[in-house]
């Protein structure tokens, strides 16, 4: 059973930044990719970056790719979402997840999820 609770999510204006953090516990968090996904009101979870387990590799949506930037620290269990030049079009519920130990952008692939935390972005 894996326990994953996302914070750092709140209002901003456009060209802002936020960090997001996602906390695990109840597994061997450093054995496996975490993933950040999104869900705007009426429309389908999306996928906006991964890390692999040990760091190095990285993966990015188009949408955000050069504006978002993810990391790991496996000492603390936590993943981050580091989102600068936001845009109105970044609102949504974030939401932090983990497929296992293989990467990969498929919401349907993540077994755990968190409770989403909230970022809205002001034009």
């Known amino acids: 059973q894996v326990q994953l609770v996302e914070s750092g999510g709140g209002l901003v204006q456009a060209g802002g930044s936020l960090r997001l953090s996602c906390a695990a516990s109840g597994r061997t968090f450093s054995s496996y990719t975490m993933g950040w996904f999104r869900q705007a009101p009426g429309k389908e979870r999306e996928f906006v970056a991964a890390i692999s387990w040990g760091g190095g590799y990285q993966y990015y949506a188009d949408s955000v790719r050069g504006r978002f930037t993810i990391s790991r620290d496996n000492a603390k269990n936590t993943v981050y979402l580091q989102m600068n030049s936001l845009k109105p079009e970044d609102t949504a519920v974030y939401y932090c997840?983990?497929?296992?130990?293989?990467?990969?952008?498929?919401?349907?692939?993540?077994?755990?999820w968190g409770q989403g935390t909230q970022v809205t972005v002001s034009s």
């Open positions: 997840g983990t497929p296992g130990p293989i990467a990969t952008m498929d919401p349907l692939k993540y077994d755990y």
